[in-house]
């Protein structure tokens, strides 16, 4: 027999079986862990006020450092977009409850806008009760349709007056003024909100904001600006915890925590002491730069020594990192109920060997090199590459590294970055299967993870990167005023997991697949016009099932002349 029709009964029996079809599939596939989450796992999405509510000047809102920086031109946003509409969320609350329903998740993660709440930045100032109102109607909400809300305190829009008057994360007022805010959310919202997250990956606040200037409020202070603003920020998460559990926590009994995002180091070479440590330095400069003070008292000893010499040898007296008095140590170890880790890639990691050309920098003071493996999926991003092991490697760490915290995932997504209206998004849900999967093992492992919260619930606003990267499980028409939203194939995926709370067996979870693919098509096609929509009920309704039944049918003839030519 010749190889053609042996390949050609291959395919036609995959596609005809589906689900029994076992293929080979690389060692991580086959490693494939089936079984459910613990009873009460928290299965949830996530977004951000500014990336998604527009409406950035109505209802007595205040402007923030991101309405300042989109709005200043000068190509610091992809294509000069603002999000002055964004996803319109602020108008279509009750719709954003429907999809949240459809997707049957527990928890919603959201952020509060400072600047609608307090329109100044300071409590004494003003407070904006239209503000007030919006967030304690949609709390209400969420809670009547039984998702409990994950409410995060700050996620990168500062009122651009703190800004203006006192230089923002540089001045270390700026914890008192948090501190404020905090309790007026704790006082305001804190009788039905029971998970706070002071902040949101603060690392790229501090370092997109303040090192390189690609971020609001677009500063270049290099090797300094950062650690400064990193500083500050620990500090008024301590006060901010600090706060709830003197004043608020025994009425309301809630939990505060952060919320970090970190890829995973892996090194280079795993028998070189070097990249060994080059990774570990890594994953310090990463996520222990503000986990270690919350959990151990001070930033890690890697740090201190690298950034401490660094300075010495550019003629400071003092380190460009600043310091905890031993007062603040104690004051901040311990403020954190919880662990919230936001987690999309992961880095080869190896030290470099050459000398850095320019002055301080957090780069520099880092010193390695980053890399990735040509051979990872990278789904259209130059940043993000779909690296499931790296997942339960992070946990597992922050697990041993932090004294077994309780861990919230807060942030885990895959973005595409075409511009097409693609809503059978396959990699969505092979990135999704993957790093659940990898999150379910680094379980049995013995982590102590309460809940994941998959990044996106819609497309929306990626900050330097314009409306290009879409992450959401809804897809968003931007071009239209009305921003419809649109489920990718990724919401029924999504669905099932959650709904079954994990991956009962391979031939439910194979199905899952096929059956999310099939809606998806549809959705598509109304998407790209309406008047193809009495077509697309001709395609599934006449030439599928025939191409079905021909596919069976061809099936049998060639499994009938396979075992003819065998006996
Ligand atoms: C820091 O903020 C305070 C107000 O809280 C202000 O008086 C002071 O001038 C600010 N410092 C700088 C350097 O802007
Ligand atoms: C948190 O509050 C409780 C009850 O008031 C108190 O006993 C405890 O010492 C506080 N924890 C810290 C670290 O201050």
Not at 312 to 336: M, N
Not at 456 to 461: G, P, R, T, V
Not at 477 to 484: T, V
Request: glycine share 8%; charged share 20%.
């Amino acid at each position: 027999m010749k190889p053609v029709p042996f390949v050609t009964l291959w395919w036609v029996l995959l596609l005809v079986s589906g689900l029994g079809a076992t293929r080979k599939g690389s060692p991580e596939e086959a490693s494939f862990y089936y079984g459910t989450f613990p009873p009460g796992f928290s299965w949830g999405v996530g977004s951000s006020a500014f990336q998604t509510e527009g409406a950035w000047d109505q209802d007595g809102k205040g402007p923030s450092i991101w309405d300042a920086f989109t709005h200043s031109g000068k190509g610091k946003v992809l294509g000069e977009e603002t999000a002055d509409v964004a996803c319109n969320g602020y108008y279509r609350v009750q719709e954003d409850i429907i999809l949240l329903r459809e997707l049957h998740v527990n928890h919603y993660r959201f952020s509060l806008s400072w600047p609608r709440l307090l329109p100044t930045g300071v409590r004494g100032d003003q407070v904006n009760e239209k503000g007030i109102k919006f967030y304690s109607d949609f709390i209400d909400a969420l809670l009547k349709s039984n998702i409990t809300p994950i409410v995060t305190l700050h996620h990168w829009d500062l009122p651009q007056l703190l800004q203006v008057k006192y230089g923002g994360w540089q001045n270390a007022s700026m914890t008192n003024y948090f501190s404020d805010y905090a309790n007026l959310c704790f006082e305001a919202f804190g009788d039905r909100v029971k998970y706070w997250v002071t902040f949101s990956d603060p690392r790229t606040m501090a370092e997109k904001g303040y090192e390189t200037g690609h971020h609001a409020p677009g500063l270049k202070l290099h090797g300094t600006g950062l650690y400064k603003a990193a500083h500050h920020i620990i500090k008024a998460h301590a006060q901010a915890w600090h706060s709830y559990n003197s004043t608020w926590r025994s009425r309301q009994q809630g939990l505060v925590g952060i919320s970090l995002n970190c890829d995973w180091g892996e090194p280079v070479d795993t028998s070189n002491p070097k990249d060994i440590e080059a990774a570990e330095r890594y994953l310090q400069f990463c996520l222990g730069w503000f986990a270690n003070p919350i959990y151990a008292g001070d930033y890690p000893q890697v740090m201190k020594e690298r950034i401490g010499r660094k300075s010495a040898e550019q003629g400071l007296d003092v380190s460009r990192l600043p310091v905890f008095s031993l007062q603040e140590k104690s004051y901040i170890k311990g403020t954190s109920d919880f662990l919230g880790l936001g987690h999309f890639t992961t880095r080869y990691i190896t030290e470099r060997n050459y000398p850095s050309r320019r002055g301080p920098s957090y780069q520099n003071d880092r010193d390695l090199v980053e890399l990735v493996d040509p051979n990872w999926p990278d789904l259209g991003s130059q940043w993000l590459y779909s690296v499931p092991w790296g997942f339960r490697r992070l946990l597992n760490y922050a697990q041993t590294q932090y004294g077994d915290p309780p861990i919230y995932v807060m942030e885990n997504g895959a973005s595409q970055t075409l511009h097409c209206t693609q809503l059978c998004d396959k990699w969505r849900i092979k990135y999704l299967k993957g790093y659940i999967n990898e999150m379910l093992k680094a379980i049995k492992d013995g982590a102590n993870i309460k809940g994941y919260t998959s990044w996106s619930l819609l497309d929306q606003f990626e900050w330097e990167k314009g409306y290009s990267n879409r992450y959401g499980f809804y897809y968003v028409e931007f071009n239209n005023r009305n921003k419809p939203r649109y489920p990718k194939a990724s919401v029924q995926y999504y669905k099932k997991i959650v709904t079954a709370n994990g991956f009962p067996n391979p031939r439910e979870v194979e199905s899952w697949y096929f059956k999310a693919l099939e809606t998806c098509s549809i959705n598509n096609q109304m998407l790209a016009a309406e008047p193809l929509l009495s077509h697309m009920q001709m395609v599934t309704e006449i030439v599928v099932p025939t191409v079905c039944t021909l596919c069976v049918l061809i099936a049998a003839v060639l499994l009938m002349s396979l075992l003819r030519s065998q006996s």
